[in-house]
T-cell receptor
Framework: DGGITQSPKYLFRKEGQNVTLSCEQNLNHDAMYWYRQDPGQGLRLIYYSQIVNDFQKGDIAEGYSVSREKKESFPLTVTSAQKNPTAFYLCASSLVRSGRWGDIQYFGAGTRLSVL | GENVEQHPSTLSVQEGDSAVIKCTYS??????FPWYKQELGKRPQLIID?????GEKKDQRIAVTLNKTAKHFSLHITETQPEDSAVYFCAAILGYATDDMRFGAGTRLTVKP
């Protein structure tokens, strides 16, 4: 499945609860990304990280948090501050090549998050 | 405004006809423009990409054209087949010296047999 694994496939969140979505890649990619996809809509960037221990906010970072302690892993936490978390979450990774910006992003299979 | 705008949002063609999807971007420093195809219930997958030092790129029935001056790029699919039915997303790197990429809202292409 392209070397990028997301888990779980389905996740349910209770009111006021924080939940964490896992994303692991074995492609030796430097950059990792989290996107949110709502029905009939495009991909909106939540956070991205180009290097370990560093990450940047995307368009819709409020209510989410990330960490990048290892190159292979980029977990996303959906906090209780995110009032409308129901969506399909996609993780992606890409190479960062010296002197070349932008490269193919490989996506995981996604996590579908619902609110109980 | 939107960093990447994509049109149309839906497109229906007869099998064998051509399909064209257009995107515009706002940052003149953008230099990488990929196109992704997402079939129902599956992950997006790259189908073709182009960099700003190239005006056109082709891969069998798929081609992408880039007009840097006008800041728009287009996906062309010729001899469409029912299996081309999917949602297509364009994307662009936001600015210079970054891997921050933004996607268009998507085009749902339906190819009628």
């Amino acid at each position: 499945d392209g070397g990028i694994t997301q888990s779980p496939k389905y996740l349910f969140r209770k009111e006021g609860q924080n939940v964490t979505l896992s994303c692991e890649q074995n492609l030796n990619h430097d950059a990792m990304y989290w996107y949110r996809q709502d029905p009939g809509q495009g991909l909106r960037l939540i956070y991205y990280s180009q290097i370990v221990n560093d990450f940047q906010k995307g368009d819709i970072a409020e209510g989410y948090s990330v960490s990048r302690e290892k190159k292979e892993s980029f977990p996303l936490t959906v906090t209780s501050a995110q009032k409308n978390p129901t969506a399909f979450y996609l993780c992606a990774s890409s190479l960062v090549r010296s002197g070349r910006w932008g490269d193919i992003q490989y996506f995981g299979a996604g996590t579908r998050l619902s609110v109980l | 405004g939107e960093n990447v705008e994509q049109h149309p949002s839906t497109l229906s063609v007869q099998e064998g006809d051509s399909a064209v999807i257009k995107c515009t971007y706002s940052d003149s420093a953008s230099n990488y423009f990929p196109w992704y195809k997402q079939e129902l219930g599956k992950r997006p997958q790259l189908i073709i990409d182009i960099r700003s030092n190239v005006g056109e790129k082709k891969d069998q029935r798929i081609a992408v054209t880039l007009n840097k001056t006008a800041k728009h790029f287009s996906l062309h699919i010729t001899e469409t087949q029912p299996e081309d039915s999917a949602v297509y997303f364009c994307a662009a790197i936001l600015g210079y010296a970054t891997d921050d990429m933004r996607f268009g809202a998507g085009t749902r292409l339906t190819v009628k047999p």
